[in-house]
């Protein structure tokens, strides 16, 4: 541990704080006199409690004390994603489960002082050193008591806490302005790609459509006259008209690490937004399975066809990157005609996959 400021001391959790297990669940001891609702791994999350689903089991009187954490103690996880923590506000005290630790901190230790600094120590992965385990991880109550705590004086604790806390809620308030912000601009891509698509892009009328005021406010002038349901030169099709080729992917189990010769294989998730997202990609070995008539041509349509409801049907164009590239078979093909751009189908695709047109013919 680096070296501390004025005033503050190095201990641990065990020197600072007493620590207990919950109590172990034992349904064949269930007598129903003495039912008590507990907390389990899945109520706590960091910094607060989802109280949305509390069990009960059998706790007797004698043994109540044991298992109980009151306002103001920390309460820890043992397993699942060890160390999460936070601070029982109560008003009552409640029980909690063998997989939760409680922590009750000594007179000049703040609880929440604490619950932050086992946050801080999970998310650098200090915190891991203490875990066992191979596949599912541990906090035993032993290495828990051994966690290193910087102490600072009370009142520096508490001042500490209110600033990171002030912090959190800016955060927490700017992370709803952005999911805002996603949502409504969702729905003006959408509404742009609607109004695209019928050759009605800028109404009449500014007003019209979501849209129309968005282009009326970057200074687009609508039409003097309405157009028509379709423009003058516009034709209706359906995409086969203008399709010479539409075929699934391969159907083969990929690997994340490219070796010599491997060819990568585009997947559902690599459709991102419209374009090809070839960040993450999966690999093929073509010494094992004839990939010649599945190799991608730059100008490919993919479309997605299956997954949940809104997901279907997002298309995306292959522009040659990640070059020597196959596509897996949740995918399909769309190779067009020269009369056609791909471009434009892309977005026509995209702009029905929007709407309840294409969902009508799914299933």
């Given at each position: 541990m ?9 201990t641990t959790?065990d020197?600072i704080a007493?620590t ?6 034992d349904?064949?001891?269930?007598t129903?006199?003495h039912t ?6 899945i ?6 409690f989802?109280l949305?689903?509390?069990a ?6 004698d043994?109540?004390?044991r298992?109980?954490a009151r306002p103001?103690?920390?309460v820890?996880c043992e ?11 109560g008003?009552?005290?409640?029980a909690?489960q063998k997989?939760l630790?409680r922590i009750r901190?000594?007179e000049g ?5 604490l619950a932050?600094?086992?946050r801080h120590?999970?998310t650098s992965g200090a915190?891991?050193a203490r875990f066992?385990g191979?596949?599912?991880?541990h906090l035993?109550q032993?290495?828990?008591r051994?966690v290193?705590v ?7 604790q508490?001042?500490?806490v209110?600033?990171?806390e002030?912090a959190?809620?800016k955060?927490?308030?700017?992370e ?5 912000v996603?949502?409504?601009?969702k ?7 609607a ?11 500014p ?7 968005m282009?009326?406010d970057l200074g ?7 157009p028509?349901e ?5 034709c ?6 203008v ?6 992917g391969?159907s083969?189990k990929a690997?994340?690490d490219?070796?010599d010769?491997?060819?990568?294989m585009?997947?559902?998730g690599?459709?991102?937004?419209g374009?090809i997202d070839?960040?993450t990609?999966?690999?093929?070995d ?14 490919d349509?993919?479309f997605n066809r299956?997954n ?5 049907g997002?298309?995306?164009v292959?522009a040659g990157k990640?070059?020597?590239s196959t ?9 067009v005609?020269?009369a056609?751009d ?12 929007r709407t309840?047109?294409l969902w009508?013919?799914?299933?």
């Amino acid at each position: 541990m680096s070296e501390l400021p004025k005033g503050w001391t190095e201990t641990t959790v065990d020197e600072i704080a007493a620590t207990s297990l919950g109590k172990m669940l034992d349904a064949k001891q269930a007598t129903g006199k003495h039912t008590t609702p507990y907390l389990r791994n899945i109520n706590v999350r960091w910094g607060s409690f989802d109280l949305t689903d509390i069990a009960s089991m059998d706790i007797r009187p004698d043994e109540l004390e044991r298992v109980l954490a009151r306002p103001g103690e920390v309460v820890a996880c043992e397993g699942g994603e060890p160390g999460r923590a936070a601070v029982w506000r109560g008003p009552e005290p409640i029980a909690l489960q063998k997989a939760l630790h409680r922590i009750r901190p000594s007179e000049g230790v703040g609880a929440h002082y604490l619950a932050l600094l086992l946050r801080h120590y999970s998310t650098s992965g200090a915190l891991a050193a203490r875990f066992t385990g191979t596949t599912i991880k541990h906090l035993p109550q032993e290495k828990l008591r051994l966690v290193e705590v910087p102490l600072a004086p009370r009142a520096e604790q508490e001042r500490i806490v209110a600033a990171i806390e002030e912090a959190f809620s800016k955060l927490t308030a700017g992370e709803a302005g952005l999911r805002a912000v996603r949502q409504r601009c969702k729905r003006m891509r959408d509404a742009v790609l609607a109004a695209a698509v019928s050759g009605n892009l800028v109404p009449q009328d500014p007003t019209d459509t979501p849209a129309a005021k968005m282009l009326a406010d970057l200074g687009v002038e609508p039409p003097a006259d309405p157009p028509p349901e379709l423009p003058k030169g516009w034709c209706s099709c359906q995409l086969r008209d203008v399709t010479a080729k539409q075929d699934y992917g391969i159907s083969v189990k990929a690997r994340p690490d490219a070796r010599d010769g491997d060819v990568p294989m585009l997947r559902m998730g690599n459709i991102q937004g419209g374009s090809i997202d070839a960040r993450t990609v999966k690999f093929v070995d073509p010494s094992e399975h004839d990939l010649s008539a599945k190799l991608l041509e730059p100008g490919d349509l993919l479309f997605n066809r299956t997954n949940s409801a809104e997901l279907v049907g997002k298309t995306a164009v292959y522009a040659g990157k990640p070059p020597v590239s196959t596509f897996a078979s949740y995918l399909i093909r769309v190779r067009v005609l020269s009369a056609a751009d791909s471009n434009w189908c892309a977005i026509v695709l995209n702009s029905v996959a929007r709407t309840s047109r294409l969902w009508s013919c799914s299933r």
